[in-house]
Structures are given as structure tokens and as C-alpha cells.
């Protein structure tokens, strides 16, 4: 299969070696979470819900009482793909899904304004059509944010692959299962530090730092959209308020 097509440069679903698929996204969309959103990279539909700062319920999971405990659990919604497999609780691909999003967001929440309490980040695929890790990173920014969370800076995901010897913006599920190499990055947007870098395949120095930089400006793009959809909300909330 030809995912780029060598005469016209266009990839499978229309979009240029270096365009993103459409991005939306919805605050507030859980009633009883503390903070919540949907976010969407093209078919891939996330949700996230965070619930806290609260009081820690396991004291043994407590590391550090001068720091907030943030714990995180993925999960993929049963119809999210075509297969119909069921796949068990906890199995190995969700419990390391679960420590990225943790770890990349621990980089970016002020644990240390509250210690002695936990927060927690459930995370679950609605459709997935690639990218759900960095969907999945993007909409738990946004509802910690909605949940008022301090951070030190939004942080942003994006991912980028490598096929027929040209760089990728953003893979669908066709573009990341060919066996290309793909690179996720997740950064600091305004800070520029990346906290997650990924990558399951190798790549020529040159070609690795091309496709990184190719993720790096789609989590800078992501970062762009995710204040406007903030600054947006905030506007509403206004008006409600009258």
C-alpha cells in the first residue's frame, strides 16, 4: 500500500506529509468529576475526568507526604476498535499507558502546593483511530486544568512516523500499524521541555531528529488550540455569570 502517494505527496486520508487531523474539544463533560473533557484528534475520541485534590484513601501508596499522590488508570472502551475481543482489567498495555500519562503529567502539576492529598486521572478510549496516547495526554491536560489543578505549564502531546522515507505528522491507525517507526513527544509548551519522548523503532540520527521536530511542532500547534478552547471557556463562564 502506498501511504504517500509519490505523485501528488498526499497521504491516504488527504492530508499533506506535515498536517494534523482535526482537533475538538470539550470541557466539562462529566458532572461529577472535579474537572473533565473530551478530546478528539481526528476519529480518535478521548475522555478524561480528574478527581481531586482529595484526602489520600490508601496512606501505604504514599510516597512523599509533602506532595500530592497522582495516580492515573487508562482504559479502552470495548467498542472503541474493531476487534471484539474483550481485554481484561489491568492488562499489560493499559498499566503502561497509565504510567506515561502519569509521569507526564506529575512534570507538569505543582504536587508540592498539596501535599498530603491524591489526585486521580481516569482516562478512556471512546474511538480510537490512532494516537491514543497523545489524545489521551491532551484531554487530561485540559480537565486538570478544568479542575483547577495548579501546573506549572499545559502540557501537550503529538505523535510522528516515518514511512515511505518521508516523515508523518500525526498517524491514523492505517499510517501506525504499517510498521513504520513512530515517535510520540509530549512537551512543556511554553517552558519548550519535553517531559515524554517515545519511540518503537529505530531511525538514523538525522531522520529521528526530522520527525521529532515534526512532533514537537504538532504538540506546539495542539498547545495553541487547547488555550484557545480555554480562553473560550473562560468567556463563557463569564457570560453565565452576566
Given amino acids: 500500500m502506498e501511504y504517500v502517494d509519490p505523485l501528488t505527496g498526499f497521504r491516504i486520508d488527504g492530508r499533506r506529509p506535515n498536517e494534523m487531523r482535526?482537533?475538538?474539544a470539550e470541557i466539562g463533560v462529566v458532572a461529577r468529576a472535579d474537572g473533565s473533557a473530551l478530546f478528539e484528534m481526528g476519529n480518535t475520541r478521548v475522555i478524561a475526568a480528574v478527581y481531586g485534590p482529595r484526602e489520600v484513601q490508601n496512606k501505604g501508596q504514599q510516597v512523599n507526604s509533602k506532595e500530592a499522590l497522582v495516580r492515573c488508570e487508562y482504559r479502552m472502551a470495548e467498542f472503541s476498535t474493531g476487534d471484539r475481543r474483550r481485554k481484561p482489567k489491568g492488562d499489560r498495555r493499559s498499566t503502561e499507558i497509565s504510567l506515561v500519562i502519569r509521569q507526564t503529567m506529575e512534570a507538569s502539576i505543582l504536587t508540592h502546593l498539596m501535599p498530603r492529598s491524591q489526585i486521580d486521572i481516569f482516562v478512556q478510549?471512546?474511538?480510537?483511530?490512532g494516537g491514543t496516547r497523545s489524545a489521551c495526554i491532551n484531554a487530561a491536560t485540559l480537565a486538570l486544568v478544568d479542575a483547577g489543578i495548579?501546573?506549572?505549564?499545559?502540557?501537550?502531546s503529538c505523535s510522528a512516523?516515518?514511512?515511505c522515507s518521508t516523515p508523518l505528522l500525526d498517524l491514523n491507525?492505517?499510517?501506525d500499524s504499517a510498521g513504520g517507526a513512530d515517535v510520540t513527544v509530549g512537551i512543556?509548551?511554553?517552558?519548550?521541555?519535553?517531559?515524554l519522548l517515545q519511540m518503537d523503532a529505530k531511525l538514523p540520527m538525522d531522520t529521528f531528529e526530522n520527525v521529532m521536530g515534526l512532533a514537537i511542532e504538532g504538540c506546539k500547534a495542539i498547545a495553541t488550540y487547547i488555550r484557545q478552547v480555554l480562553l473560550d471557556n473562560t468567556k463563557q463562564l463569564e457570560c453565565r455569570r452576566g
Avoid at 495548579?150 to 501537550?156: A, G, L, S
Fill in 22 to 24: 482535526q482537533l475538538k
Fill in 125 to 129: 478510549v471512546l474511538q480510537a483511530d
Fill in 150 to 156: 495548579p501546573m506549572r505549564d499545559i502540557v501537550t
Fill in 161 to 163: 512516523g516515518y514511512l
Fill in 173 to 175: 491507525y492505517l499510517e
Fill in 188 to 195: 512543556l509548551a511554553k517552558m519548550d521541555k519535553v517531559t
